[in-house]
Structures are given as structure tokens and as C-alpha cells.
């Protein structure tokens, strides 16, 4: 077995924090053969909720979980840490705008920004999953000016994942055999998901999933349309937001991007744009990208498209 690594969660004592943290410590993250010290922050007001996530961690008998700090102190819960998943936030209230909804998170996000450059380890990898999860990223890059920016990412696997799934159901194939989608842009209904480049693996080989749909205007459309208001479909249905596949697809984003992804594969990650595909530079976007050694990379040259992205966050391909 390796050395143990920290892992933080802050909002672990929320809903995807509770789905996410015995994935972790089961190695669902980082490897079955990698030991964790988790690291769990809230908010004081959760204190004795965040305790009981971590009695429960101890009732599980998790052999990788080698110790678990659980605190409402930023400073602490940053400490050491060579990963973070950056779960808590303000959560979107009934009648609050979204101007306000930015205005309380970027306040969360600058504090946990002095946090993470003071006290994490050197080259510690961020991932950002709380909403609006391109923008706290951004908040996080700008006021950790000593952190990489290569360093610091925002979840849209769940995005990409539920492409996957949707193909796989539309051609009765199993998702695993379906790669390839790419989600671009935001994790936000201003999503595109794109099958263009998808495959899936039938009894025939490896085919372009645009040839085994025959229908173009379900990839085109009811596709499109369904992996962006996914959510919101979940939420009617459960009466609460996404909160397994979140925790999954976050496990998937870090996995891949820690040890690599499988050779042929692309995920889509929202990174810090260098400009590719016409998108601006100097904002979170999400890619297709691969991952090797610890790094991402835009995979480049596969898709004849230029995006153009409006003020509201909108893409446009030419
Ligand atoms: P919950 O409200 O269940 O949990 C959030 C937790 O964060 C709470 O326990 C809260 O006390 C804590 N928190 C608030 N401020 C904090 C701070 N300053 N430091 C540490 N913890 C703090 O929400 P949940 O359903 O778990 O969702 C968490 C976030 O993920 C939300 O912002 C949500 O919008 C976002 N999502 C992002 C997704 C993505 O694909 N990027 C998909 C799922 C999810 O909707």
C-alpha cells in the first residue's frame, strides 16, 4: 500500500458530501490501493450534523480510511491537504436571483481561496463542484494567485456522464461500451452536450454513435434538450437535487485526471482555457481532455468547430 493522502470535502455534511465521502474512503477516488485521511469542513451551524457523518465513517470499518479531521475551521480543514473537492456553498433559494446567489459564493470562495494557498500541500489538485461551479473556480484561481492554474478544475462529468447514459439507453447498449460525448461550456442549462465524435462498442465493433442512431434530430435535439434539464428532471422527481451521480462523476473526474485516462478516451473537465476552439482565455470552460500523469490536456484537432460564447455564457459553433 502507498503513503496516505488527504482529501478534503468541505459541505461534507451536506447531500453530496454524504454520498461522497465512504466512495473516497473505499478508493473509488484515488485507487483501492491508495489509504485517505479525509478531510471534512462545514459550516459551525452543521457541527453536530458533520460529527455524525463522521461516526458513521468510523462505524463503517473502512480499511483505507486511515483518519478523519472533521471541523468548521477553514485553516484546518486545509491543512495538508493534496486534494480538495469543493462542495459547500449558498445553495439557490426559491425567489433568489442569481446575481445574489454569485454575490455569497464568491465571498465563500475567496475565503477557502486564502485557505488553500496558505495551508494545502504544494500542488494540491482542486475540483469545484458547488454551483456556480465555473465561477467559483474562477474566484478560487483569481484570489490563490500561488496555486497553478492547472490545478484548479470545476465539475461537468456529471454532464458528460449523463450523455453516456443517455446514448446507451437510446441504443439498448451498456454505458460502458459508449465513449466520447463532450460536454462544452458550463455546468448550466447554456451546456452543449455534442455526440458528434461519441462511439459506442456493438456486437460489429467500435461505430460512430451518429450512424448507429439513425435519427438525427434526436441527437440534434431531444438529447441535447434532456442532458441539460437532467437536473431539474431529478430534482421534480426526487424533491432534491442530483446527489449520487454527483458524488460519482466527481470520483470519475478526479480518478481520471490522478491516474489517467484509459488511451483512445476523452472526458470533459472544466478547466482554466488557453484560448482552443475560439473559447475566450481566462475562463473555467468545459473541454474534451485527456489526462496522463497527473495533468490534463485539451484534445486538440479532432473537432472542425469554432465556439463563440456570449456574455450569458451561451455557446455557438461555426
Ligand atoms: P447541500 O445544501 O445538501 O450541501 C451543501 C453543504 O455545504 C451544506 O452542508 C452547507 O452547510 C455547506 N456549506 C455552506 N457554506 C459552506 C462553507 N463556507 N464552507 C463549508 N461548507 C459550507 O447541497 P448539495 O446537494 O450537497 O450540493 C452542493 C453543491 O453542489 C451545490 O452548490 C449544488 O448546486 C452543486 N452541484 C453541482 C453539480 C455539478 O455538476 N457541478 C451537480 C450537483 C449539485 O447540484
Redesign the pocket.
Known amino acids: 500500500l502507498k503513503q496516505p493522502v488527504k482529501v478534503l470535502v468541505?459541505?461534507?455534511?451536506?447531500?453530496?458530501?454524504?454520498a461522497i465521502v465512504p466512495m473516497i474512503a473505499r478508493g473509488l477516488m484515488l485507487g483501492l490501493d491508495q489509504p485517505v485521511v479525509l478531510h471534512m469542513?462545514?459550516?459551525p451551524?452543521?457541527a453536530d450534523?458533520l460529527n455524525g457523518v463522521r461516526m458513521e465513517l468510523v462505524d463503517a470499518a473502512l480499511p483505507l480510511l486511515r483518519g478523519v479531521v472533521s471541523t468548521t475551521d477553514?485553516a484546518e480543514a486545509f491543512q495538508g491537504v493534496n486534494f480538495a473537492v469543493l462542495?459547500?456553498?449558498?445553495?439557490?433559494k426559491e425567489g433568489m436571483e442569481r446575481k445574489d446567489l454569485i454575490a455569497k459564493?464568491v465571498a465563500?470562495y475567496k475565503?477557502?481561496a486564502a485557505a488553500l494557498q496558505q495551508h494545502a500541500a504544494p500542488n494540491c489538485k482542486v475540483l469545484?463542484?458547488?454551483?456556480p461551479?465555473n465561477t467559483n473556480a474562477l474566484v478560487l484561481k483569481e484570489f490563490a494567485p500561488a496555486v497553478p492554474a492547472r490545478n484548479i478544475t470545476?465539475?461537468?462529468?456529471?454532464?458528460h456522464n449523463r450523455a453516456l447514459g443517455q446514448i446507451a439507453e437510446k441504443l439498448g447498449v451498456h454505458v460502458g461500451d459508449v465513449r466520447n460525448a463532450v460536454v462544452w461550456g458550463n455546468?448550466s442549462s447554456t451546456q452543449f452536450p455534442d455526440a458528434s465524435h461519441a462511439t459506442a462498442r456493438t456486437e460489429h465493433g467500435e461505430r460512430p454513435v451518429r450512424e448507429l442512431v439513425a435519427d438525427d434530430k434526436w441527437l440534434s435535439e431531444e438529447f441535447v434538450v434532456t442532458v441539460q434539464q437532467r437536473?431539474a428532471a431529478v430534482m421534480k422527481a426526487r424533491k432534491?437535487?442530483?446527489?449520487l451521480s454527483?458524488a460519482s462523476?466527481a470520483c470519475d473526474h478526479m480518478r481520471d485526471w490522478i491516474l489517467g485516462t484509459p488511451k483512445g478516451t476523452w472526458v470533459s473537465m472544466g478547466v482554466y482555457s488557453d484560448g482552443s476552439y475560439g473559447v475566450p482565455d481566462g475562463i473555467f470552460y468545459s473541454f474534451p481532455v485527456t489526462c496522463e500523469k497527473g495533468e490534463w490536456s485539451i484534445v486538440q484537432g479532432e473537432f472542425l468547430l469554432f465556439c463563440q460564447v456570449d456574455s450569458n455564457g451561451s455557446t455557438t459553433f461555426s
Do not use: K
Request: with cysteine; glycine share 14%; proline share 2%.
Open positions: 468541505t459541505g461534507a455534511a451536506g447531500q453530496i458530501g454524504y469542513l462545514d459550516i451551524r452543521m450534523a477553514e462542495i459547500g456553498g449558498w445553495p439557490r459564493n465563500i475565503s477557502q469545484v463542484v458547488a454551483n461551479a470545476c465539475l461537468t462529468r456529471l454532464d455546468h437536473g432534491q437535487s442530483s446527489s454527483a462523476a
